[in-house]
């Protein structure tokens, strides 16, 4: 890598650059965590997440696994609701 990526912060645009660079076989993911002080966990994370991320730009919408969040959402109004009966019950 050129050190362009070194220091600052790490926003999503950087991070994708480095993630690209890894897949691109130009930096190893441990070479990238030693040149920014990132461990391997991390750069491997931020791999999986950009890899996913492109899987699920990619789906087809008639895609029965196309709703990711639909459930997140709806697990969190079921909370959201159950906080609210809670807030009623105290005296």
Do not use: Y
Not at 4 to 33: D, F, P, Q, Y
Not at 63 to 81: K, N, S
Request: aromatic fraction near 4%; glycine fraction near 8%.
């Amino acid at each position: 890598m050129d050190g362009e990526l070194s220091g600052g912060s790490w926003t999503g645009k950087r991070r994708a650059e480095l993630v690209l660079a890894v897949l691109r076989e130009e930096i190893s993911v441990a070479e990238a965590a030693l040149e920014h002080g990132l461990t391997v966990a991390e750069v491997e994370g931020w791999c999986e997440r950009f890899l996913q991320g492109a899987e699920n730009a990619l789906r087809e919408p008639a895609d029965p696994d196309f709703e990711p969040h639909d459930e997140a959402i709806e697990r969190l109004h079921r909370q959201i609701r159950m906080l609210i009966e809670s807030i009623r019950v105290l005296p």
